[in-house]
């Protein structure tokens, strides 16, 4: 950066103080040996031929949603990561793509296979993972809820409005003190004549800053048991304000939602939520979607790394020549690979009504820790410009580390898969669990 100097008459003219930084250039003129990912790579990472096995169908959600994020959303990725807002100018492109709504058939939802739909989420997350997650929780989690939970009248009412995303929804189950412990949460919902009273407080959730109705789990107060209610944006007692300083996923609005005493009719309690477990039915579904962001943002960061290879040149040679780059790349490469190959299986194993709890949560653990490797081998390869958000690989590394904790971390997800094939539950410490019996 160059400092400049200003006479006193030029700085009262400008108001600028007497010393200021002269703006950045574009990165195509600052660095014009590879271009950045706002012209978008094209793709290179279907090396097994996975696309043979999609359905003509599912060939079509593919190319309309690679050419949907390339033109429209590629260009402006990095200015709205940066500035941590949403464009909220994509909505209706990404509602013209109709596949919000995801699998839901009817209501004016589109009726995909879970295999499209995951596909889809893997083309939004290749180009940016947050548009992947705004469809995600509007759609795998808040649709989806409406759809398997609600009543025929709250169906008609809510879903096709949300399917053209003319309306847009949030998913709010985590607490500031109930997060992998979410069965615990403090949230209340006490029946009054109409409706019900929704005290509590929520946290991390998406799109909520903006969302025109909330999906809310609260404990009833008289059986002790988990509801669901949907809450409207403008309900009295509702405030939903935006978490910043995140480093991953800066486009998506996560928000802290404070309830007090909001008022929620009995028409919008969603009769089929009767405890924690009605979650599961929503989450086993959502659980298997989530595990194709890594997979996508893997196949983009790889992607970007081919291109950037090929033409950055240093030692008078293409990057893409050396032996210490081509070991990564084919790394990167079988890591897609593999994450492809367990990721379709398990949209196979759900459409053929075999898929257990356990199932998605060894494919949404393992997915994620194989995609956080293949982006530290992408941010290698890109030496210096490996930390620009221009190039890609550098937000695509900061946007998986979000993705490696919701929808259960790590650790939680491998429990739940532990605990499926040794038949012991091992999530709170014995001696926590020995004095809850007591």
């Known amino acids: 950066m160059t400092l400049h100097s200003r006479s006193q ?7 600028k103080p007497s010393y200021y ?27 097994y031929q996975f696309g043979d096995l999609l359905r003509p169908e599912e060939q079509a959600v593919l190319k309309k949603v690679r050419e949907c994020m390339e033109k429209e959303v590629a260009p402006i990725m990095v200015e709205y990561w940066e500035k941590a807002e949403f464009p909220f100018q994509i909505i209706p492109k990404l509602g013209a793509l109709r ?16 295999t499209a739909s995951c596909i889809a989420t893997a083309e939004l997350a290749r180009v940016d993972a947050s548009c992947s997650t705004f469809i995600l929780v509007h759609s795998s989690l808040a649709m989806l809820t409406i759809a398997l939970c609600g009543s025929e009248e709250q169906k008609q009412k809510y879903l096709p409005s949300l399917a053209q995303l ?35 407080q929520k946290r991390w959730i998406g799109n909520s800053t903006f969302a025109d109705v909330l999906v809310i789990f609260a404990r009833n107060t008289t059986t002790n048991q988990i509801n ?41 309690r969603l009769p089929g939520v009767n405890s924690f477990q009605d979650t599961n039915k929503v989450l086993a579904v959502s659980r298997v979607t989530v595990a194709w962001q890594p997979i996508g943002i893997s196949m983009g960061v790889y992607d970007m790394c081919v291109r950037y290879l090929k033409e950055r040149k240093q030692f008078g040679a293409p990057l893409a020549a050396f032996q210490l780059n081509q070991q990564k790349l084919a790394r990167m490469l079988g890591n897609i690979q593999a994450m492809t190959l367990v990721g379709w299986r398990l949209c196979k194993l759900y459409e053929a009504g075999k898929m257990t709890p356990g199932h998605a949560s060894l494919g949404k653990s393992w997915i994620t820790m194989t995609a956080r490797e293949t982006a530290a081998l992408g941010r290698e390869l890109l030496g210096g410009n490996g930390i620009l ?26 429990l739940v898969t532990g605990r499926e094939i040794t038949g012991f539950a091992s999530f709170k410490p014995a001696s926590t669990s020995q004095r809850s019996r007591m």
């Open 9 to 15: 008459d030029e700085t009262e003219k400008s108001g």
């Open 21 to 47: 930084y002269s703006p950045p250039l574009d990165v195509s003129v600052a660095f014009p040996q590879a271009t950045p990912a706002s012209v978008f790579p094209p793709s290179a990472s279907d090396y």
């Open 99 to 114: 596949i919000a709504g995801g699998t839901i058939k009817g209501y004016g939802c589109p009726g995909l296979s879970l």
């Open 166 to 200: 003319k309306t847009v929804a949030c998913w709010a189950l985590t607490e500031p003190d109930f997060g992998s412990d979410a069965s615990s949460l403090k949230t209340t919902a006490t029946k009054v004549e109409g409706g019900w009273i929704l005290e509590g």
């Open 228 to 268: 669901g209610y949907l809450v409207k944006k403008d309900s009295p007692g509702l405030t939903a304000t935006k978490i910043p300083n995140k480093i991953g996923l800066r486009i998506v609005q996560n928000g802290d939602i404070l309830l007090k005493k909001v008022f929620v009719p009995d028409e919008d």
């Open 389 to 414: 958000a221009d190039f890609l690989v550098a937000k695509a590394f900061c946007d998986l580390e979000p993705i490696y904790t919701y929808e259960g971390t790590y650790e939680i997800n491998s």
